[in-house]
């Protein structure tokens, strides 16, 4: 599968850089409900890994929250990627609003 890196820097500390992006996930699934399901999620100090399926599709990867940065890193589906600038930008806005 094609890989998706986004790095989005921040001036948070290390710890609520954390736990703004530990509820990131749940947030999604509350907010796109019907097109997100069976969201799988480990946490291991400041790395973690998900899982989940959004329209049909399996998306799964990594969260590297560093103490000046994150890194998402995420396997697509071939089938995506044709909208992979969309979805980095998508997901760069989003990081980038939840760690101001």
Do not use: C
């Not at 100090?45 to 899982?51: A, K, V």
């Amino acid at each position: 599968m094609p890989k998706m890196t986004v790095v989005v820097p921040h001036r948070l500390s290390q710890e609520e850089a954390l736990s703004r992006v530990r509820g990131l996930l749940a947030d999604l699934t509350r907010q796109y409900g019907g097109q997100i399901s069976d969201l799988q999620e480990r946490w291991s100090d400041g790395r973690g890994e998900y899982s989940f399926r959004a329209m049909g599709f399996n998306v799964s990867g990594t969260l590297d929250v560093r103490p000046a940065e994150v890194e998402l890193v995420g396997d697509l589906p071939f089938a995506a990627m044709p909208f992979k600038g969309r979805i980095e930008d998508a997901i760069r806005r989003e990081a980038e609003r939840l760690l101001a």
